[in-house]
């Protein structure tokens, strides 16, 4: 193209604005790859989970659980730690003591435990004692069969917590003397260990044993009495035989995860988008109340769980990313504008790169689009169907109809070293046959 036919000041004001918006990309491509070693790495969690317009179902699915339900079940979050356990196990190469530490954490013994939906099993626990005091019987009803002595090792094992009452019941066996007292510190000691109970066991109470989460039902029995079980019906569900007697935050939450999403797709005037709006601010709030808990035990084992590495072991970095649906996405928005940003700056491959933005940008647009009857998030923007997002589209199309790599860029010497190739590749082109001298006739 003749760059005669354009001013020069046109032609450096949109080669200043690709490299302007190539610069914008891969700024932020380089900070999303630089918090990937911080203990918060970047995820595009909260703008897909919160996409809105007709495109939006599209863009949550993208998470895989855009509403945090699988944090609510116990056997998928069981599954979530020992995937993450043995990746953690791989990483940093965990010594075999290190590991059996790390199962303990976890299952409240050092042996790999591999089915996430059995209930946590122990603690098992045992100290060395110097034999038992004659007058400490092991089989006493009291002790209720918790406590048990392998003569051959010479220890005190418990295979659950020991409750107070138990623990003050083998103590008066063994009452205070310089002969029981080595006895009695390891009674205290196996004791306490004992009631620190594993990640699996906190999350079985909270998901599987607290009626306020999991809600109580009432089901009746031959005898014509109802059993009482964890867990909630829907209104569906009841009937005379089976009905909720506590109804657990859990179902509050899935409820009103189906009353949001119909009244959001009937919305179509101003006063049925705002009580939308309202339920999505109730359901943010129940959300942290049901999925925050288990997030804060899962942020816990972590950091117990790095408290057990050495000094060496950090060095390694940390670990690599899990493959989620959620990850996926956010590393082709990461990848997308690292490559795309570079290839802007640099101007080479202009114009598939500015396409090639253009269609990532208008995903991000679409996202939340500034449409009549699209709920908008709350900020000091405001837009009317244009915001700035389609504005780059539009200039990102303006630069990919315009030779700008060839202006300033590597497009150019790209461009060069190919026309001299071909040139040099071309066969010589044949003489006219007038201008042939004639040979002289011979005699």
Not at 219 to 246: I, K, P
Not at 279 to 299: F, H, M, N, W
Request: one cysteine or more; charged letters at 25%.
């Amino acid at each position: 193209m003749d760059t005669r036919r354009f001013p020069l000041i046109a032609i450096i004001l949109i080669v200043v604005l690709r490299i302007s918006i190539g610069w914008q990309f891969l700024y932020e491509g380089l900070w999303k790859f630089d918090s990937l070693d911080s203990p918060t790495p970047w995820t595009a969690e909260g703008y897909l989970k919160n996409a809105q317009g007709p495109f939006r179902n599209t863009f949550r699915s993208m998470l895989g659980d855009p509403d945090d339900l699988d944090w609510l079940e116990y056997s998928k979050v069981s599954a979530k730690w020992y995937d993450w356990r043995n990746r953690f196990a791989a990483h940093y190469r965990l010594t075999p003591e290190q590991v059996g530490k790390l199962n303990t954490l976890v299952d409240g013994t050092s042996e790999t435990l591999t089915d996430p939906n059995a209930d946590p099993v122990g603690p098992f626990v045992s100290v060395k004692v110097n034999g038992l005091p004659e007058s400490v019987d092991l089989k006493n009803r009291s002790l209720n069969g918790t406590f048990a002595y392998i003569e051959k090792s010479g220890t005190l094992k418990v295979d659950r917590p020991v409750l107070p009452s138990e623990e003050n019941a083998l103590l008066e066996m063994a009452p205070e003397g310089e002969a029981n007292d080595e006895f009695r510190t390891a009674v205290e000691r196996l004791c306490n260990a004992s009631r620190k109970v594993s990640f699996r066991h906190r999350l079985a109470a909270q998901l599987r044993g607290n009626p306020d989460f999991v809600g109580v039902t009432g089901q009746l029995n031959e005898r014509g009495t109802f059993d009482f079980v964890m867990g909630t019906t829907t209104a569906q569900e009841e009937s005379r035989e089976r009905n909720t007697v506590v109804y657990g935050k859990i179902r509050e939450y899935k409820d009103l995860i189906h009353d949001y999403e119909a009244e959001l797709a009937k919305a179509k005037i101003d006063y049925q988008f705002e009580h939308a709006s309202k339920l999505k601010t109730k359901l943010a709030i129940l959300r942290s109340e049901v999925v925050g808990p288990v997030q804060a035990l899962d942020k816990e084992l972590r950091e117990a769980a790095f408290k057990l590495l050495s000094t060496d072991q950090l060095a390694y970095g940390a670990m690599p990313m899990e493959d989620t649906p959620l990850w996926r996405a956010s590393s082709k928005a990461m990848w997308g504008l690292l490559i795309l940003g570079a290839l802007l700056v640099f101007g080479l491959g202009t114009r598939v790169a500015a396409l090639a933005g253009a269609f990532m940008l208008l995903n991000f647009y679409l996202v939340i689009p500034p449409w009549p009857g699209v709920p908008q998030p709350p900020g000091p923007e405001h837009s009317f169907i244009v915001n700035k997002n389609l504005i780059e589209i539009f200039a990102l199309l303006a630069i990919a109809a315009l030779p700008t790599g060839r202006w300033f860029g590597l497009d150019a010497i790209v461009a060069r070293l190919w026309t001299n190739c071909c040139k040099r590749k071309s066969p010589a082109a044949p003489k006219p046959v007038g201008a042939a001298k004639s040979e002289p006739a011979k005699a």
